[in-house]
């Protein structure tokens, strides 16, 4: 029997207790907070027709739409990943694309920085990872990115021609 399980388990708690317990933790709270009560004091919601709204949405269509959104990354990584392997030459190829699900959470991830911070710094992060994991320079990942947002363009111009 493991007798370090629960010691490892305390440290755990205590880390996560300490971390949530921060300044900038406590901070962004406090910010919500205000923001929330701003929200409900400051604004005339109509809060009788919000519910309503909300219980005459079709619960079956938004879960479908949801899965399809979700499902979407799975493509798009699948996308980044075949980009990123036919960029690659032999003798640069020291390590290994990652796959398609890996691409994938960068992809989510790279989206989730880009919510909150600024400049698209989802976009360099998400080359970072991907170059870590592969092995690849940053450039050369950065550069998949590029051709992947040129190829976002070149879609959209032909659905809309």
Known sequence: MDTTQPEHQQSQNALLKRRFLSLPSLLSFAVAAVLLLLLVTRFNLDWEATWA???AINIWLYLAAMGMYF???W???RRWQLLARNTRTIAADKGRVPSTLRTAQFILIGWFVNSVMWLRL???YRAYL???ESKGTFSW???TI???RISDIATILVVLV
Request: aromatic letters at 14%.
């Open 53 to 55: 709204n909300i219980r």
């Open 122 to 124: 989802g976009d360099a």
């Open 141 to 143: 990942s950065l550069g």
């Open 71 to 73: 499902a979407s990354f």
């Open 75 to 77: 493509f798009r990584g």
């Open 130 to 132: 991907f170059a870590k």
């Open 146 to 148: 590029v051709a992947e």
